[in-house]
């Protein structure tokens, strides 16, 4: 088992950056796939980045391509979110989470229903 903390939250002018950063603790974090989720005020939880267990894959969700980089350092146990150029919509509480059952497969995990474990979130507001 894992447990995941996040941070680096906080608020921000439309145009700025955030990084987010979510520290892992378990000796088996690095065969895990590890994905960053958010959710809105009133809206469902959304997919929002994915990384593979050794950090050769990853993926996005449309709105956040060529804005958000997911990344990990194993050695660390951590995997963080780069956010720049952010909107208004990307406001949300945003939770870093873990996927232990696509290992050996460098394959990411793309929707909200393949995670086991899931951090207890950090609110990102970008106001406009």
């Known amino acids: 088992q894992v447990q995941l903390v996040e941070s680096g939250g906080g608020l921000v002018q439309a145009g700025g950056s955030l990084r987010l950063s979510c520290a892992a603790s378990g000796p088996t974090f690095s065969t895990y796939a590890m994905g960053w989720l958010r959710q809105a005020p009133g809206a469902e939880r959304e997919f929002v980045a994915s990384i593979d267990w050794s950090g050769s894959s990853t993926g996005y969700r449309g709105s956040v391509k060529g804005r958000f980089t997911i990344s990990r350092d194993n050695a660390k146990k951590m995997v963080y979110l780069q956010m720049n150029s952010l909107k208004p919509e990307d406001t949300a509480v945003y939770y870093c989470?873990?996927?232990?059952?696509?290992?050996?497969?460098?394959?990411?995990?793309?929707?909200?229903?393949?995670?086991?474990?899931w951090g207890q979130g950090t609110q990102v507001t970008v106001s406009s």
């Open positions: 989470a873990a996927d232990k059952d696509s290992y050996p497969s460098t394959r990411v995990v793309l929707g909200t229903r393949e995670y086991d474990y």
